[in-house]
T-cell receptor, first 111, second 114 residues
């Protein structure tokens, strides 16, 4: 079945860039998402990328997609303490609009 | 303001009792979902509904039930048959925009079964 994998933790210093990585197995993925979850809250859509794109930039966020390797990354420039959260990668294929979520990566930003 | 509300935020129940979690949305979305979140496990789909009076089982539906009598409401009942009900429950709704299905999440209900 479909699978989305992420590392569980990432620790960075304030002001540095953060790169969160994700791999997926569904070759028919139509688009992929990044969601953010702050402590004790629901998920919030950060950005998404269509599978026919290589890169998408939105202010401090850069999404890179390597479709050949089925690898997705989210780069956060100038990471701030307010970026500390869990980041979920998810993919959706044309056959099902319901995304498959990874386990989430906890981003810890320290001074 | 449009959004999704879940109540209560924290819920405590004794083992063997059924409990119903509320989810309401005023976004006029047709599709609604229930997820369960456990530490380090990500989100697992319990039930979803694409339209009023219709719903389908997700990956972990056993021990749960839902109803969808109104577009705005999608309550989840955690029954005594659910073996390990303590978890964080998230409700979501979705809309298709620009060829992408965007999900909007509620703030969640943390259920603790004692």
């Amino acid at each position: 079945g479909e699978d989305v994998e992420q590392s569980l933790f990432l620790s960075v210093r304030e002001g540095d860039s953060s790169v969160i990585n994700c791999t997926y197995t569904d070759s028919s993925s139509t688009y992929l998402y990044w969601y953010k979850q702050e402590p004790g809250a629901g998920l919030q859509l950060l950005t998404y990328i269509f599978s026919n794109m290589d890169m998408k930039q939105d202010q401090r966020l850069t999404v890179l997609l390597n479709k050949k390797d089925k690898h997705l990354s989210l780069r956060i420039a100038d990471t701030q303490t307010g970026d500390s959260a869990i980041y979920f990668c998810a993919d959706a294929s044309g056959g099902s609009y319901i995304p498959t979520f990874g386990r989430g990566t906890s981003l810890i930003v320290h001074p | 303001d449009g959004g999704i509300t879940q109540s209560p935020k924290y819920l405590f129940r004794k083992e063997g009792q059924n409990v119903t979690l509320s989810c309401e949305q005023n976004l006029n979305h047709d599709a609604m979902y229930w997820y369960r979140q456990d530490p380090g496990q990500g989100l697992r789909l319990i039930y979803y509904s694409q339209i009023v009076n219709d719903f389908q089982k997700g990956d972990i539906a056993e021990g749960y039930s839902v109803s969808r009598e109104k577009k705005e409401s999608f309550p989840l009942t955690v029954t005594s048959a659910q073996k390990n009900p303590t978890a964080f429950y998230l409700c979501a709704s979705s809309i298709r925009r620009g060829g992408v299905d965007e999900q909007f999440f509620g703030p969640g209900t943390r259920l603790t079964v004692l």
